[in-house]
């Protein structure tokens, strides 16, 4: 690995337990200013002070948010988008490079892919050049991978979510985010089809916050690195709590009883 993405790596990855809590803020893009994206400097400040690796954003947020006071955060800025306004929803396109990523001062990459869209060679393509010049750069690069189109049925099926992961691989990604699929013994086999880091999505907001830690853990078990998640967490009534119970079973052997007693203290 080239010593700069080495060093960068090392801002989005805990040094000691190779894991990392990344925060994703840019569903503002996708969905407009949702509820715990209208004061981005609180919200990080608050994620950032529970203990969050980093959090990953469009490229006209960092000016909004990022790294305001107290505890630093790294930066992964998010190169792709799509709105809910468009008629192919699902179809992501490259919005932002790899060298206004170095600009803004940015830890990292990443793009989003729906694998089964219509429009799924345009992404891969896409995806595949950024992929190249992260690397020419030394930036890590992450790619989340989903399957959403008309031939899926499922995609939290664990045969599904072992393709993502592994194009997001092949295609040359550093980190991969992609669904969890329900089980250890099931996400224990996305986990060993790759050769790097996998991290998992939240999904929609979840109603229990034990459903969401106990997911967490159970990811890690499997020999996940670690989470990718927003709404779950910036929607919470308290991020900053919630990222450090979680940060207690990421980084530090938690069980899901000691995170729980944690977040309700």
């Known amino acids: 690995m080239r010593i700069g993405k080495a060093i960068r790596r090392e801002r989005l990855f805990d040094r000691n337990t190779g894991r990392t809590i990344i925060v994703p803020l840019d569903h503002g893009m996708t969905v407009g200013p949702?509820?715990?994206?209208?004061?981005?400097?609180?919200?990080?400040?608050?994620?950032?002070?529970?203990?969050?690796?980093?959090?990953?954003?469009?490229?006209?947020?960092?000016?909004?948010?990022?790294?305001?006071?107290?505890?630093?955060?790294?930066l992964i800025l998010h190169l792709s988008a799509s709105t809910t306004l468009s008629p192919l929803p699902n179809a992501k396109t490259l919005v932002?490079?790899?060298?206004?990523?170095?600009?803004?001062?940015?830890?990292?990459?990443?793009?989003?892919?729906?694998?089964?869209d219509e429009l799924e060679r345009v992404m891969l393509k896409e995806v595949g050049e950024a992929a190249e010049k992260a690397s020419d750069w030394g930036m890590p690069f992450l790619t989340m991978v989903y399957a959403r189109g008309p031939k899926i049925a499922n995609e939290y099926d664990p045969d599904v979510v072992a393709h993502c992961a592994r194009v997001g691989m092949e295609l040359g990604a550093d980190v991969v985010k992609v669904n969890y699929t329900g089980s250890i013994e099931s996400f224990a086999r996305v986990v060993e089809s790759c050769c790097v880091p996998v991290v998992i999505a939240g999904g929609p907001k979840l109603e229990s916050d034990r459903d969401l830690v106990q997911m967490?853990?159970?990811?890690?078990?499997?020999?996940?690195?670690?989470l990718s998640m927003g709404r779950n967490i910036f929607q919470h009534a308290t991020p900053g709590k919630l990222v450090a119970a979680l940060h207690g079973v990421v980084h530090e052997g938690h069980t899901v009883d000691q995170a729980m007693q944690a977040l309700t203290a």
């Open 216 to 226: 967490v853990a159970d990811s890690i078990e499997a020999g996940g690195s670690g």
């Open 34 to 74: 949702i509820a715990g994206l209208i004061d981005m400097k609180e919200t990080v400040n608050q994620i950032a002070e529970g203990g969050a690796n980093a959090v990953l954003m469009h490229k006209g947020l960092v000016r909004c948010g990022h790294r305001t006071r107290g505890r630093d955060i790294g």
């Open 96 to 116: 932002g490079s790899v060298e206004e990523a170095l600009k803004h001062g940015a830890d990292g990459v990443s793009v989003h892919i729906n694998l089964g």
